[in-house]
C-alpha cells in the first residue's frame, strides 16, 4: 500500500522558532510537493521538487524554504515562525505526468501547526 | 497562479439527498481531478477526468469534464454520513503542479 508519512501530526511553536516539518515516501516518487491548507482557501502550493536536490518555488513560497537531500524525503522549512504561518501543511508525492502516469498526488495525513 | 472557482463553499445536506458542486475556470484544464478528504487525512483521488464532454462514474459518484474544458461537476448520489469531508477540484498547471480549488465542505445530517 501506497504511504506518505509526515513526522509530526500537530506542533505547537512560539513566533521566531526555527520548525522543522519532515515528508517521507515509499513509492520511489519523483515529485514531492508541500501545500497549505486553510478554510476557504484550499490546497495552496508552497514548493516542490521533482528530484533530488531539485526544487522550485509555488504560488506562497514566502517564509519557506526546503530540503530534498534523498529521493524519498522532503523537508519544509520554518526559519523563524510567525503566526500568520499557523495552519495544516500537507506533503504529497507523484510520479511525473506522462508515460502513462496521471500525475495523481498521494497525500501524507497532515500537520497542524500552532505559532503563538 | 491559476484559479479555479469551487462552489458552493458548504452544504449542509438529509442523508439520502443528492448533492451536485462544481468547479470553473477562466483557463482551459485538459484534466480534471476531483478529490476528497475526509476529516483528520489526505485528501485522496475519487475521479480523473481527461477528454471534454467525459462523464465518468465510481459507485455514488459521477464527474463530467465540461466541454469547454473551463469546468467541472461532482455528483454525489443518495448521500450517507460517510460522505462528510471536504471535496476538491484540481487540474495540472506547468508540468507536475496541480492548482486546487477551494473545497466543498459537506456535512450530512443522518
Known amino acids: 500500500d501506497v504511504k506518505v508519512t509526515q513526522s509530526s501530526r500537530y506542533l505547537v511553536k512560539r513566533t521566531g522558532e526555527k520548525v522543522f516539518l519532515e515528508c517521507v515516501q515509499d513509492?520511489?516518487?519523483?515529485?514531492m510537493f508541500w501545500y497549505r491548507q486553510d478554510p476557504g482557501l484550499g490546497l495552496r502550493l508552497i514548493y516542490f521538487?521533482?528530484?533530488?536536490?531539485?526544487?522550485e518555488k509555488g504560488d506562497i513560497p514566502e517564509g519557506y524554504s526546503v530540503s530534498r537531500e534523498k529521493k524519498e524525503r522532503f523537508s519544509l522549512i520554518l526559519e523563524s515562525a510567525s503566526t500568520n504561518q499557523t495552519s495544516m501543511y500537507l506533503c504529497?508525492?507523484?510520479?511525473?505526468?506522462?508515460?502513462?502516469?496521471?500525475?495523481?498526488?498521494?497525500f501524507g495525513e497532515g500537520s497542524r501547526l500552532t505559532v503563538l | 497562479g491559476q484559479q479555479l472557482n469551487q462552489s458552493p463553499q458548504s452544504m449542509f445536506i438529509q442523508e439520502g439527498e443528492d448533492v451536485s458542486m462544481n468547479c470553473t475556470s477562466s483557463?482551459?484544464?485538459?484534466?480534471w481531478l476531483w478529490y476528497k478528504q475526509d476529516p483528520g487525512e489526505g485528501p485522496v483521488l475519487l475521479i480523473a477526468?481527461?477528454?471534454?464532454?467525459e462523464l465518468t462514474s465510481n459507485g455514488r459518484l459521477t464527474a463530467q469534464f465540461g466541454i469547454t474544458r473551463k469546468d467541472s461537476f461532482l455528483n454525489i448520489s443518495a448521500s450517507i454520513p460517510s460522505d462528510v469531508g471536504i471535496y476538491f477540484c484540481?487540474?495540472?498547471?506547468?508540468?507536475?503542479?496541480?492548482?486546487f480549488g477551494g473545497g466543498t465542505r459537506l456535512m450530512v445530517k443522518p
Open positions: 484540481a487540474g495540472p498547471v506547468a508540468g507536475n503542479m496541480l492548482t
Open positions: 504529497a508525492s507523484s510520479l511525473p505526468l506522462g508515460e502513462g502516469n496521471t500525475g495523481e498526488l498521494f
Open positions: 521538487s521533482y528530484d533530488v536536490k531539485m526544487k
Open positions: 477526468l481527461y477528454k471534454a464532454g
Open positions: 483557463s482551459i484544464f485538459n484534466t
Open positions: 513509492m520511489d516518487h519523483e515529485n
